[in-house]
């Protein structure tokens, strides 16, 4: 990738008499395995093969790295499946609840026990609403 710089000046006055101080910070990375072409002639100079080693390495830490992202993209990938997984089953079994105790309160109606159907009905009613209202409130929340 290259030479990245990151530059960063600031100036402050202190006082009243005019005293001040000045700050300059200079960061810079250097995420290649080889150095420039004038340090490479002098390496050169010192020593022939020097040059095909350090070539040889930078391979070897490229393949590194690359080996490195696809182990790191193949973690997200497997955490994102189990995520998945771990909702899609939530909502199953909360869609098989609300159908038994909805099947539930039309049986007890069935037997006539109105009280039983409407405290029945109405957690289930109640309990649907809630998941909605605060899955809209995390999701403003969120943003």
């Known amino acids: 990738m290259g030479k990245q710089e990151l530059k960063r000046k600031e100036t402050a006055v202190v006082s009243p008499n005019g005293e001040g101080k000045q700050y300059e910070q200079t960061l810079t990375v250097d995420d290649t ?3 420039s072409a004038e340090e490479l002639t002098a390496y050169q ?4 093969n020097i040059v095909t ?6 391979k070897k830490e490229q393949e590194h790295r690359h080996k490195m992202e696809r182990d790191k993209l193949r973690v997200v990938d497997k955490n994102e499946r189990r995520v998945f997984r771990v909702n899609w089953w939530g909502m199953f079994f909360a869609f098989l609840s609300i159908v038994v105790l909805v099947g539930l309160s039309g049986y007890a109606l069935y037997l ?3 009280w039983f159907a409407g405290i029945l009905g109405a957690g289930t ?8 209202v605060k899955n809209d409130k995390t999701d403003s929340t969120k943003k």
Request: net charge negative.
């Open 33 to 35: 395995c080889l150095p």
């Open 53 to 58: 080693f350090l070539m040889d390495v930078s």
């Open 112 to 114: 006539d026990k109105p």
């Open 125 to 132: 009613f109640v309990s649907i609403v809630s998941i909605f």
């Open 45 to 48: 100079a010192i020593d022939p």
